[in-house]
């Protein structure tokens, strides 16, 4: 990946979600340089003929050749598409806290971390429209992310250089974005 941006290529390249939480790859979102492409998640791919391949996801279609079925796959790329830009539907906070207490029995969805200003937001489908501040997101969000919406604060670290926690109790990496303001 490195030589890609060395020499100012433009690049599609498939790949593990959690690559995103790697130390060469999230600067490069952040800073606007690579992002997520369209179709990203489950994908079934051919195994060949000849190919021992054991595991518990593999399907056969209907033209009668097995196919296994990966769950996080991502495309990683720095060409622009439409769907990039084009801005997530949200509710508000109160919104989404009777929106909650409906479904889930609970009217707290958004907690505070122990070790920063930010709110705990634990899906893209619940992010406010109206928190002014600095959220907490699932890295599956950049699967919807829109750069001329939110921008991209920092990744899963509080103030005090220590994973982001709520109550003592870490959740799986997250993204700190807050909204761009318009102009």
Known sequence: MAQLFEYGKQ???????????????????KENKMWLGVFSGAKKYLIPDGVNF???NI???ED?????KMGNTVWFTNLDHGRR????NLMTMEENKKFNSKVKKSK???KKYDNYNA???PFTDVIPSDHEGVMGVPISFLDKYNPDQFEIIKFRHGADGKDLAINGKTPYFRILIKHKKKK
Do not use: D, W
Request: charged share 20%.
């Open 119 to 121: 709110i705990e937001v």
């Open 11 to 29: 690049f599609l390249i498939i790949g593990n979600m959690n690559a995103i939480t790697y130390k060469e790859v999230f600067p490069k979102i």
């Open 64 to 68: 009668g050749k097995r196919y296994a």
């Open 108 to 110: 707290t969805i958004y």
């Open 54 to 56: 054991k595991r518990s």
């Open 59 to 61: 399907e056969v279609g």
């Open 85 to 88: 830009h084009q801005p997530l």
